[in-house]
């Protein structure tokens, strides 16, 4: 019987959410300035960042990572990431900034194989990550290596 998926939601930097709400204040404050000096560029400043807005919240929210029997599952929004848990070679603490379903700098990257070949690297900040790390080793043969978790023997 397969195991049930765990889920793990995204940790959240509260600096991240400033940022974007410092940015949704400047935009209205931008769009209410514009509607003083012609109404329709006022409205296509609104309707520019509300189509932002709706972007954002369809490619992010909600954000979370299921660790099932066979894989990692990123969830961000309406998109899915599936990582085979065969695949994964290695999963380490980083603060990379790269793009990534990851609402905090907190992450785990996680680097995976398709075919033989490096694949990828997927970013990920479970809030939960000692307890993600743990059942990932669990469900995916991976043994810890100090600051994060590894497929293959320990060095001799």
């Known amino acids: ?20 709400a410092v940015a949704a204040v400047g935009v209205l404050g931008a769009a209410a300035a514009a509607f003083l000096a012609d109404p329709a560029t006022g409205w296509l400043l609104l309707a520019s960042m509300g189509g932002a807005v709706l972007l954002v919240a369809v490619l992010s ?50 680097r995976y194989r398709t075919g033989g070949r490096w694949h990828g690297l997927a ?19 991976l043994r810890a290596d100090g600051t994060g978790l590894t497929r293959g023997a320990p060095p001799a």
């Open 1 to 20: 019987m397969e195991p049930s998926p765990v889920v793990f939601r995204t940790k959240v930097d509260g600096w991240l959410v400033a940022v974007l």
């Open 61 to 110: 929210v909600p954000t979370e990572y299921a660790v099932t029997g066979e894989a990692v599952v990123s969830r961000y929004g309406v998109l899915r990431k599936r990582i085979p848990l065969a695949d994964i070679e290695r999963v380490y603490p980083t603060w990379n900034p790269l793009s990534a379903p990851a609402w905090s700098l907190d992450r785990l990257g996680v």
């Open 123 to 141: 970013l990920i900040s479970p809030v939960r990550q000692e307890a993600f790390l743990s059942l990932l080793a669990e469900r995916a043969g």
